[in-house]
């Protein structure tokens, strides 16, 4: 490939994603961060895709014990020990994190934070 024709690639290439940022802030507005934006979009795939999953849904928006949250991985086809869940349900739960998690009644309950 000649240096002229990389050139000229290389500067339609910078120009369309100068469109594609002003059309990023014209739809999602000025606070839109997509590096912010591509990091949230990972794959549900694991243990902790499933809880990514659930969290994605309205499932947490009322307090789940951890069986119910087992219950609910099975149903959208997540098989995985209890460990493999519970590890990344902790991190989740961090502070920081999109769970919170306290205990109601000597159980332990998760719910999204707010």
């Known amino acids: 490939m000649s240096k002229k024709i990389f050139k000229e690639n290389l500067n339609r290439l910078q120009q369309l994603e100068s469109r594609v940022e002003r059309l990023e802030k ?6 839109f961060d997509k590096e912010k934006f591509i990091k949230t979009k990972r794959s549900f795939s694991g243990a902790t895709g499933g809880l990514r999953l659930l ?4 499932f947490f928006n009322q307090k789940r014990t951890f069986s119910e949250i087992r219950e609910g991985l099975a149903k959208r086809g997540y098989y995985y020990s209890n460990q493999a869940i519970q590890t990344p349900l902790n991190n989740l739960s961090k502070p920081g994190g ?9 159980k332990k309950v998760y719910a999204k934070r707010k």
């Open 26 to 31: 014209a739809v999602f507005g000025e606070g």
């Open 55 to 58: 969290i994605s849904q309205p």
């Open 98 to 106: 999109p769970l919170v998690a306290f205990k109601e009644g000597g």
